[in-house]
């Protein structure tokens, strides 16, 4: 099937789903496992009981400085932990989505070596963290995902927990744009053939989780140029709009470039909504909007 037919089937499709889906709305490198034998039972279980709820507040169509969500997350940590020292229930899990203006961070063991410039002329900002892994870029296009989840009501397992963010994009590639994503043997992340499509890195506090995933959708690659994502040297950088267009440039069918139409926003608007719709069936979550204006007044500024 010409790659025009399958996405503008595969936007039909998305377009009747939003109208009958309702969401109740509701970097740690790590070697990989095999997903249906160590992430498949977890779900299976929580099927057998009612599903957790999970509170999100979705900015996927702002861009929001690096430094202001991660202070959220912080905060949002924080007061989880809080709920642990008093000993008190931790009814629900928390998510973010969001984009970011253009950043660098590095994970808490990086090293500077992959940056291909000096630190201090950098052409944008750089943060280091304390997830794991190495230097990667957040801009605008991508989509970033970053759940703060209480793994005690999920499984506590680290190495579970990586499969199963790379198993919402993994779907979302598949569903939303019948793109084919892998894993890769001691690697972390979704890929397509040698292109990382989607970075992912984690930190874990007490059992509660932030930072998370990274989704290049129709991100400007070239900032990634400047570095050496993820610390890997002989593999790509990728989007789902660049895989996209790849295929239809190797298309045999004369003048299939010229009709396959589409824009960024159709593509961000269908990653979106697959995003949280897989997240909520891996992770087993009802979604439920909160106002951004919470966040806010997380940090004490309203």
Request: glycine content about 6%; aromatic content about 10%.
């Amino acid at each position: 099937m010409a790659t025009t037919t399958v996405f503008n089937s595969t936007l039909t499709a998305i377009h009747q789903r939003r109208r009958s889906f309702q969401i109740h709305c509701n970097y740690n490198e790590v070697s990989g496992l095999d997903y249906n034998r160590s992430l498949m039972p977890a779900i299976h279980h929580q099927k057998q009981q009612e599903k957790r709820r999970c509170e999100y507040y979705d900015l996927s169509k702002e861009l929001v400085p690096y430094k202001k969500a991660w202070d959220w997350q912080k905060s949002i940590l924080k007061q989880r932990q809080t709920l642990i020292e008093k000993d008190e229930e931790d009814l629900s899990d928390t998510l973010i989505i969001l984009q970011h203006y253009p950043v660098y961070t590095l994970g808490t063991a990086s090293s500077v070596e992959f940056l291909n410039f000096n630190r201090d002329d950098s052409p944008y900002d750089v943060y280091r963290t304390e997830r794991g892994g190495e230097v990667t870029y957040h801009g605008p296009g991508q989509l970033v995902m970053y759940p703060i989840i209480n793994l005690r009501y999920h499984k506590m397992d680290l190495h579970w927990y990586l499969r199963a963010l790379e198993e919402v994009v993994i779907r979302v590639l598949s569903s939303a744009f019948s793109i084919k994503g892998s894993r890769v043997d001691g690697l972390t992340g979704a890929w397509v053939g040698n292109q990382k499509l989607a970075a992912v890195g984690i930190r874990v506090s007490r059992w509660i989780s932030y930072h998370g995933l990274a989704l290049n959708v129709t991100t400007d690659l070239t900032p990634f140029q400047y570095i050496v994502p993820c610390g890997i040297r002989d593999r790509q950088v990728g989007s789902v709009e660049s895989v996209l267009k790849e295929s239809v440039s190797s298309s045999e069918e004369r003048g299939a470039r010229d009709r396959f139409n589409y824009n960024a926003r159709q593509l961000m608007d269908v990653a979106h909504e697959s995003l949280l719709r897989e997240f909520s069936e891996v992770f087993q979550l009802t979604l439920h909007p909160k106002p951004i204006s919470d966040l806010d007044i997380l940090n004490g500024r309203c």
